[in-house]
């Protein structure tokens, strides 16, 4: 056992494991996350394809740079997991790569931003300062180290730790891969599914608490420089037989079809396909009401009974009373 324990690439695995997992567990926690569901498991399987793969490239490093690599590791994820939990409190949505206009929203306002974090969010400092405690005062044999900078490459063992290392990642793997596909893994109200998640986490609020602040900060790295490619829609797009009557209302979609087939984005082509395979609403007693008249119609995002005021609005105040 102490052997094992003395492993350096055992020991990288067993340090990031330990306190990523810690950070996604206080992730969840103190962002209102529920604990008790599948994306757990989820998650400790990926952080543990994470923390071995990264612990078998720092097996031939000095140990300096192992210890150097998994302090900022673990500090990447603590930072990014805090941006995380302040971002959803003070814009009520997780941010993106891909959204750039939140990110400035946050720039405007960093003092604002900074002052609404809720004092429990920095609890999630703890794992990594309990690693820095961890390495100065419990892994003193370490700075011995440091004037060496010298690598420990053991040519003999390792075609073994590379067996040992492809094997262990193809069993996580489809560990992984079994938790997306599995019918009672799932959550059936997602409006996304975890395998399409996975390819676009195209919804950030579904898609961090799937898979965890970490795994969903690389895949939404990794779709911002490579984005998944969209398939066509093409269902539903004949439109629903309907019986013709004097109410029935006619329009003639041959420019329409023209502008869907001389479309190259997919995802106009699909809103296009969606839109033209709707049935037109049938004439009513409110058909041509307006005829005749000039009408402007006003749409507003949450303003309420706010804009009907006379002496801060007196535009909108005499539109909407004498109009």
């Known amino acids: 056992m102490k052997k094992i324990l003395s492993n350096k690439w055992f020991k990288n695995y067993i340090i990031l494991f330990v306190f990523l997992f810690t950070v996604e567990i206080l992730f969840k926690l ?112 370490l700075f011995k180290d440091l004037p060496k900078l010298k690598k420990e490459l053991r040519l003999k063992d390792f075609g073994i730790n590379l067996g040992v290392f492809i094997g262990l990642i193809l069993l996580l793997d489809i560990a992984y891969y079994s938790t997306l596909k599995i019918s ?18 195209s919804v950030p609020s579904i898609a961090i608490k799937q898979f965890g602040s970490v795994a969903y900060g690389l895949l939404d790295v990794k779709n911002h420089f490579f984005p998944a490619k969209e398939s066509e829609i093409t269902i539903g797009y004949e439109k629903q037989e309907q019986e013709i009557t004097n109410y029935t209302r006619d329009i003639d979609d041959t420019a329409w079809e023209t502008l869907i087939a001389n479309e190259s984005r997919v995802i106009y082509k699909n809103l296009n396909n969606y839109f033209i395979s709707r049935n037109i609403t049938d004439k009513n007693e409110y058909t041509g009401l307006f005829e005749g008249k000039n009408v402007i119609f006003i749409m507003m995002e949450s303003v309420g009974e706010l804009i009907i005021n006379e002496e801060y609005f007196p535009n909108f105040y005499k539109l909407y009373n004498e109009g």
């Open 30 to 141: 103190l962002g209102g996350i529920s604990l008790f569901n599948w994306s757990l498991l989820r998650i400790f399987i990926g952080t543990n394809i994470l923390a071995i793969v990264f612990s078998f490239v720092l097996r031939f490093c000095p140990k300096v740079v192992g210890m150097i690599t998994n302090i900022i590791l673990v500090l990447a994820a603590t930072i990014y997991s805090l941006a995380q939990l302040g971002f959803e409190n003070f814009l009520g949505v997780y941010m993106s790569v891909g959204t750039s206009s939140q990110l400035g929203a946050v720039i405007d306002y960093i003092k604002e931003y900074l002052a609404s974090f809720k004092i429990t969010y920095w609890l999630i400092l703890i794992p990594f300062c309990l690693l820095i405690i961890y390495y100065i005062f419990f892994d003193k044999k």
């Open 184 to 201: 009672f893994m799932q959550n059936r109200l997602q409006t996304v599914s975890n395998s399409e998640l996975i390819k676009n986490p």
